[in-house]
């Protein structure tokens, strides 16, 4: 067994190289749509995939979201639903391997079908009940709300990539039924059903080996940091050693 440190922003740039080579998404990636709606984890998603078909050229993950939230006294950054003056590109759709720009999820949740694949963050994570939520601050629940039509009604799979720092204790049912109730203040919680996917899946599906969390925080640029001890083979071991080495000077989320 061995222990590695990872910051958040290396734990995103983690999840994201392990997305490139999951199973559905290669497959929506040949045939099908890949829609993977802006958040920041998901604009070093989006970065890695649009590497693994050639087509990252102008893309950029500063303006990748669609608010963001902010240390206190900041508030949340909010713009638009759709593309416009404030520099948001849309999400990154990819129909047959070809990414379509300045398309969000709103233009292409009406066609999704079976077989395609919607990429969202999420801002909480159970991670003994696998079960990840996210904040709603749109009066039509936003693009989750968008999203769970094809979902649900649909069979599209939805992918939740999520951070370990994210992790809350309780049930996210429960939490959300005090959140949501009629006197309560600030963001709205929705549990939402799809694949949550952290730095532990991650490490197992590029390497073999098997990760847990084991401590966590730090200070001076380590805050929010993850302890893993990995364990497995020695070839497997080995494998995560070199992956996470790659991963574990990425600079912070800069705007």
């Known amino acids: 067994m061995r222990q590695f440190v990872l ?5 995103k740039r983690l999840i994201a190289k392990a997305l490139v080579a999951h199973p559905a998404i290669q497959t929506a990636l040949k045939s099908g749509t890949v829609a993977i709606i802006a958040g920041t984890t998901n604009g070093y998603v989006a970065e890695e995939i649009l590497a693994s078909i050639g087509q990252s050229e102008g893309f950029s993950r500063r303006r990748f979201f669609r608010g963001i939230i902010l240390p206190p006294g900041h508030p949340t950054t909010e713009i638009g639903m759709l ?9 990154a759709v990819i129909v047959n391997g070809v990414c379509q720009k300045g398309k969000t999820i709103f233009d292409v949740v009406d066609v999704l079908l079976e077989g395609d694949v919607i990429l969202k963050g999420a801002n909480a994570l159970d991670l003994v009940r696998r079960q990840a939520a996210i904040f709603i601050g749109h009066p039509k629940a936003g693009t989750i709300g968008a999203a769970l039509q094809a979902v649900v009604g649909r069979r599209v799979r939805l992918i939740l990539p999520v951070g370990l720092e994210k992790r809350v204790p309780g049930d ?6 005090r959140l949501n109730a009629p006197w309560a203040k600030g963001p709205r919680l929705l549990p939402v059903p ?3 996917f952290t730095e532990i899946d991650a490490i197992k599906l590029l390497t073999g080996a098997e990760a847990e969390l084991v401590a966590a925080g730090g200070v001076g640029g380590a805050e ?3 302890w893993l001890a990995v364990s497995g083979s020695e070839e497997q071991i080995g494998a995560a050693e070199k992956l996470l080495k790659v991963v574990a000077e990425e600079p912070g989320f800069e705007l």
């Open 7 to 11: 910051t958040p922003a290396a734990g």
């Open 172 to 177: 996210m049912n429960e939490l959300a039924v």
């Open 194 to 196: 799809g694949e949550v």
């Open 83 to 91: 593309p416009d003056q404030s520099g948001f590109p849309g999400d």
């Open 224 to 226: 929010g940091s993850i």
